[in-house]
């Protein structure tokens, strides 16, 4: 089968086949397989998420929590 790239994706594409030292097919399979393990991952992480606790809105004020805990936490850092 022949799929037309984009030639700067392409090229992207070669140059990191390069890289590594293998061929362009070599480069794409190894594209797929690791597309394959992440969404092996989310689908396994999935159910721990929804098995994780109570369900909880993520509404704005959770939100503004969340951002003000972190602003803390990069404050506290930088001081040391």
């Excluded at 790239?5 to 293998?22: H, N």
């Excluded at 809105?57 to 972190?70: C, F, M, S, T, V």
Aim: net charge negative; charged share 30%.
């Amino acid at each position: 089968m022949t799929i037309t790239l984009d030639p700067e994706i392409e090229a992207r594409f070669r140059a990191c086949a390069d890289a590594a030292g293998i061929s362009l097919d070599a480069y794409v399979g190894r594209l797929l397989k690791a597309d394959d393990s992440a969404v092996d991952e989310l689908e396994g992480l999935a159910p721990e998420g929804l098995n994780s606790g109570e369900p909880m809105e993520a509404g704005p004020a959770y939100w503004e929590e969340k951002h003000r805990r972190l602003d803390a936490q990069l404050k506290r850092a930088d001081a040391h």
